[in-house]
Nanobody
């Protein structure tokens, strides 16, 4: 069972990126994204439920980021628009047996993908 994330990169402020994370080996009710900037704690970004289209967002990304899931592909996406330099971080996908907004709510973590937003 593992999570494979992709889609990070370098983008200018105001630009967009889309991250993807595919779970293999198991289906999870909750999938989400966290991020960690250098010297900072890992921060909740967004989460989505497998059933019912329930989504949660961190305050710093509301209105700019959109999380979605393709259950047929066991994949969660994070569409990031209007990116800011302060969005620069390593982004981690996570999966658990319920939707959650805390690190403790997730059972499995991906390897992280780097996002750098230049000013």
């Amino acid at each position: 069972v593992q999570l494979q994330a992709s889609g990070g990169g370098l983008v200018q402020a105001g630009g967009s990126l889309r991250l993807s994370c595919t779970a293999s080996g198991l289906t999870f009710s909750g999938m989400g994204w966290f991020r960690q900037a250098p010297g900072k704690e890992r921060e909740f970004v967004a989460a989505a439920s497998r059933i019912g289209s329930i989504t949660y967002y961190g305050d710093s990304v509301k209105g700019r980021f959109t999380i979605s899931r393709d259950n047929s592909k066991n994949t969660v996406y994070l569409q990031m628009n209007s990116l800011k330099p302060e969005d620069t971080a390593v982004y981690y996908c996570a999966a658990g047996f319920a939707i959650a907004t805390t690190r403790e709510g997730y059972n499995l973590w991906g390897q992280g993908t780097h996002v750098t937003v230049s000013s």
